[in-house]
């Protein structure tokens, strides 16, 4: 799975504005799509398609921490698993160079591989953490 | 957020789960027990309220198809209390399920349930209840002990 799919949209990046005073660090992802409708970067039939498929990502994740031995969770572990989702998916649309090419990718990406990527940042940040780490203590 | 009701199954009249639910009537009619699409929107409202006071969310209807699945073959199931009792066995699964906290799977609980309300609960659910806050009183107490947390925590389920 690749990071980097801009080839193909860079083009209608050029169309959009963005209020950047808008934009929120937590919840980023959520904060864009609503600027995103805002501008009109984003319908409101793929902002409501959008809503489905993260519903259905944490059904997905639900069912995973559930070891498909129980239908059902506390509202606290549903709400755990959604911050950690929107936390992923968050990390992805922060690594583009901008919120207008985030804006671009999640109109032709699916939430399941904005999930995907997001994880897979996180688990390539962690490693360049540690080895950061391994370098610092090299110095002391 | 509230995930309850975003996530906790609608009632859709022609929806796939109200079918599966009205399918289980096939088997069911042959101890005379039969669900109306009015009996199910009262079971799933009622599923919905239960799962909202006892702040869980449910991804599908599995759990009210297994507990008609296997109490409608119970000898004890009158057919003119039907709807109030699923009523009452979905009430009472939900609590375990939270005072389990969430360390014994659906179908044990129901299996548990079922052998005690066939058994000594003799088709009575309050004493159905009364025994499963026995059970989950002691479930709980067993969660404290060393041996149990290293032994697993199933095995008074099986």
Redesign the interface.
Known sequence: MGLDNTQDCSRSVSNIIIDRSRLKRNNYILSLLQEGQRVGAITSKKAYQIQGEIMQVLQQLIRKYTQGKSTSVTSETAEDIMVSLIYAMDVYVLHFNNPEEAIVHLNFESIKDIHAKGVELLRQYYEDAKQLYQEMKKID | ?N??D??NFQLLPKSNSVMELLSLNEKTKEQGLVLTPDDIKTLVVFRNKV?RDY??????I??LQELIKVFSSSPYMEKDHYVDTLNELQEIF?YL??ETE?KV??IKLIMKMNDYFNGSCAGSVELLRSKMEELAENFKKDMMCLDSLFEGDESAWD
């Open positions: 957020m995930l309850s975003i996530l799962l702040a869980r969310v449910e991804l599908g599995e759990v939900y399920r939270n969430d799977e659906d």
